[in-house]
C-alpha cells in the first residue's frame, strides 16, 4: 500500500516568512509524528499526535511552530516568522497505533533564505 | 546527557568484512530498541527491532544488554550496497522514538 508521502519535496522561503508542511500517513495509522533533522544529526522529535489530537508537543522548539491534525488523518506543520535556524528536513512518521514501528515519509527539505 | 549517544564514525571497511557498531542509551526504562537505515537524502527506513533475546536477520544481528544499556548491530561480509548511515532509535517511556547522530558506513570495493 501507499506509504507516508510530504509535500512539498523541497521549501525555499525568505526569513520571516510563513510556511506549511504536508504530511499523510499511511491509512489506518492512528499515531503520526513530526521530526526535524539536521545536517549529520539524527531525527529530532517535534509533536507527536494520536487521532486528532496533539499528545505530546514537548518537542516543539517554540511557539512559532505549530501543527494540526484536524481529521484524524493528514497532518500541517506550520512555522511562522521563519528564522534561517529553521533550515533542515521535516520528517514526518506514522504508526498503528504509537509506540512501536514508525515509518517515515521523504521529508520536506526546507532552505530559509 | 543526551538520550542516546552513537558514534557517527566515518566506518569504512572492505566488502566482505563484518563491522559492530554499538548505541548507548541513559534511560534504564527504556523499552524499545530499533535500528534504522538512512541513504543520503533520503528517510530513515525500518533495518530491524531490537529483541531482548537479540535477533538476526540475515547478515544482520542487534543484540540489546540491559544491563550496560546499550545496543548494537553486526552486519557480516558487507556489500556496498550496506554503505549508509545507521541510526539507533529508543523508546524511553515517552511518546516519541529518541534517535542516535548516526553512524555512517562505507563499503569500500
Known amino acids: 500500500g501507499a506509504g507516508v508521502s510530504q509535500t512539498p519535496s523541497n521549501k525555499v522561503t525568505e526569513k520571516g516568512k510563513y510556511v506549511e508542511l504536508r504530511c499523510d500517513p499511511i491509512s489506518g495509522h492512528t499515531a503520526l509524528y513530526w521530526y526535524r533533522q539536521s545536517l549529520g544529526q539524527g531525527p529530532e522529535f517535534l509533536i507527536y499526535?494520536?487521532?486528532?489530537?496533539?499528545?505530546?508537543d514537548s518537542g516543539l522548539p517554540n511557539d512559532r511552530f505549530f501543527a494540526v491534525r484536524p481529521e484524524g488523518s493528514v497532518s500541517t506543520l506550520k512555522i511562522q516568522r521563519t528564522e534561517r535556524g529553521d533550515s533542515a528536513v521535516y520528517l514526518c512518521?506514522?504508526?498503528?497505533?504509537?509506540?512501536?514501528?514508525?515509518?517515515f515519509g521523504p521529508g520536506t527539505r526546507l532552505l530559509v533564505l | 546527557r543526551k538520550e542516546v549517544e552513537q558514534d557517527p564514525g566515518p566506518f569504512n571497511v572492505p566488502e566482505g568484512a563484518t563491522v559492530a557498531f554499538n548505541c548507548t542509551y541513559s534511560?534504564?526504562?527504556?523499552?524499545?530498541f530499533f535500528w534504522y537505515r538512512q541513504d543520503c537524502r533520503k528517510e530513515p527506513k525500518l533495518l530491524m527491532s531490537?529483541?531482548?533475546s537479540g535477533n538476526e536477520d540475515g547478515r544482520f544481528t542487534a543484540q540489546l544488554n540491559r544491563a550496560s544499556q546499550y545496543i548494537s548491530l553486526l552486519i557480516r561480509d558487507s556489500k556496498l550496497s550496506d554503505s549508509a548511515t545507521y541510526l539507533c532509535a529508543v523508546f524511553s517511556g515517552a511518546n516519541n522514538l529518541f534517535f542516535g547522530t548516526g553512524t555512517r558506513l562505507t563499503v569500500i570495493p
Open positions: 512518521a506514522s504508526s498503528l497505533w504509537g509506540r512501536e514501528t514508525q515509518y
Open positions: 499526535f494520536q487521532g486528532t489530537g496533539a499528545a505530546d
Open positions: 534511560n534504564s526504562a527504556s523499552q524499545s
Open positions: 531490537v529483541y531482548s
